[in-house]
């Protein structure tokens, strides 16, 4: 069973913190790294943060020092705390299987597959 649930997207203030969770099928989690993409109205899902399945982890410019991707390999979860929360970071979160690249990863994740996403809004 392919499967990948998102969770703890909210509304927050900017400056704030959230921690969003997502729990994947063994299919996608096991030996994959693992990544955070978000989407903006009207664009394309694009990476955050990616994790490989050593714990190895890589940051778009955008997030670096502000986010932190982690996984627990035993409850098939990442997670990604965000600090320090900005009205551009207001998208849809995602997480998905990462395809690395070098050092960094593919914007395409490994399967093209999605869940329901968790929403986050940060206003100013």
């Known amino acids: 069973q392919v499967q990948l649930v998102e969770s703890g997207g909210a509304l927050v203030q900017a400056g704030g913190s959230l921690r969003l969770s997502c729990v994947a099928s063994?299919?996608?989690?096991?030996?994959?790294?693992m990544g955070w993409y978000r989407q903006f109205p009207g664009r394309e899902r694009e990476l955050v943060a990616g994790?490989?399945?050593?714990?190895?982890?890589h940051y778009e410019d955008s997030v670096k020092d502000r986010f932190t991707i982690s996984r627990d390999n035993a409850e098939k979860t990442v997670y990604l705390q965000m600090n320090s929360l900005k009205p551009d970071d207001s998208a849809v979160y995602y997480c998905?299987?990462?395809?690395?690249?070098?050092?960094?990863?593919?914007?395409?994740?490994?399967?093209?597959?999605w869940g329901q996403g968790t929403r986050v809004t940060v206003a100013s």
């Open positions: 998905n299987a990462a395809l690395p690249y070098g050092s960094t990863y593919y914007s395409r994740p490994k399967y093209d597959y």
């Open positions: 063994a299919t996608i989690f096991n030996f994959n790294s």
């Open positions: 994790i490989s399945a050593t714990g190895t982890t």
